[in-house]
């Protein structure tokens, strides 16, 4: 497969259309570039990573590691790295931005907040709660526009972060606040909205309110089928949905659902987090249909 970069051989597809050399593909990001602009599709977790490994390791021995643009390389790093599983050494990376003192007042912000996701995720929500109880009360000081946006994704992890802990009271307040202070932000980036809103549709299925969730679950549906170019995303959303409706009930539509956000994330061949989801569905999907032994073995059970 040839680059897009430079043309030769013996590049790899990091999306549905296009096809680097890691050290090109290092290069292309550098620019800015956080998905394709042809396809839309989000770019390989692996490739990302190790592309954006290459670029911080280049910045650093160009600029030196105090250098704010090498700083922002490395927090792309360590966002990249915990999303392909490198937990350890993705906190490492976290740690020496959040105890710096050089660079942009944001950088350790950005970093604590990235740093309680990660703990979030791997269900260590009570030292998470902590990075982000600390963090709030000096975002709330700051006046820069940069603050409130990561306060308001500090309130949505931390208020997942309570919900989790059955703390459903404070976890309500957080979410629904996050989700005001996105919706009464004319810029807002509607993926975060919808972020925030499957959030809190996640607090709701935690507090047993299934019809709420789903709910919540559609409007988030809805708001990313008319602003979305990325399918992947919105089936993916899709399948969430279809969840929420088999839990509140729903399923026949919840089926039906399942079969055809599956059928578009299998277009999907060089897109991870479609591969990911088809999986995941897939399984959901066989437990509600039941296929027969024969139809297992030769039918996936969106074809069925």
Same mark, same amino acid.
């Given at each position: ?35 394709? =602009? ?96 600390? !963090? ?39 979410? !629904? ?5 996105? !919706? ?100 959901? !999907? ?12 030769? =039918? ?5």
């Amino acid at each position: 497969m040839a680059c897009v970069v430079c043309l030769e051989d013996g590049a790899a597809f990091v999306c549905e259309c296009s096809a680097f050399h890691l050290h090109c593909f290092a290069s292309f990001l550098g620019r800015g570039h956080e998905e394709c =602009t042809i396809c839309y599709g989000r770019f390989d977790r692996k490739l990302k990573a190790e592309a954006l490994e290459l670029l911080c390791s280049r910045t650093s021995g160009v600029l030196g590691t105090d250098h704010h643009t090498a700083m922002v390389r490395k927090l792309e790093m360590a966002v990249a790295l915990a999303d392909v599983g490198r937990l350890e050494k993705a906190k490492r990376f976290l740690d020496e931005l959040i105890s710096t003192s050089e660079g942009p007042d944001w950088i350790p912000c950005v970093s604590q907040v990235e740093l309680a996701r990660i703990l979030y995720h791997a269900d260590e929500c009570l030292a998470s709660c902590c990075i982000l109880e600390d !963090l709030l009360q000096k975002l709330v000081r700051m006046k820069a526009r940069w603050a409130w946006l990561e306060h308001l994704e500090a309130c949505t992890v931390l208020g997942s972060c309570y919900a989790n802990m059955g703390r459903f009271v404070d976890a309500e307040r957080l979410l !629904l606040f996050a989700m005001d202070g996105h !919706l009464k932000d004319k810029h807002a980036c509607l993926r975060k909205v919808v972020k925030c809103m499957q959030s809190i549709a996640k607090f709701y299925h935690l507090r047993s309110d299934f019809a709420l969730a789903c709910e919540t679950h559609r409007v988030a549906c809805g708001i990313l089928e008319v602003n979305e170019s990325d399918p992947s995303r919105v089936a993916l959303a899709a399948i969430e949905l279809a969840k929420s409706e088999v839990r509140a009930g729903d399923v026949l539509t919840g089926v039906v659902r399942f079969r055809t956000s599956v059928r578009t994330l299998r277009k999907r061949k060089h897109d991870e987090y479609a591969s990911d989801g088809i999986l995941d569905a897939r399984r959901e !999907l066989a437990k509600l249909i039941r296929p027969s032994k024969r139809l297992r073995g030769k =039918t996936a059970p969106e074809d069925c």
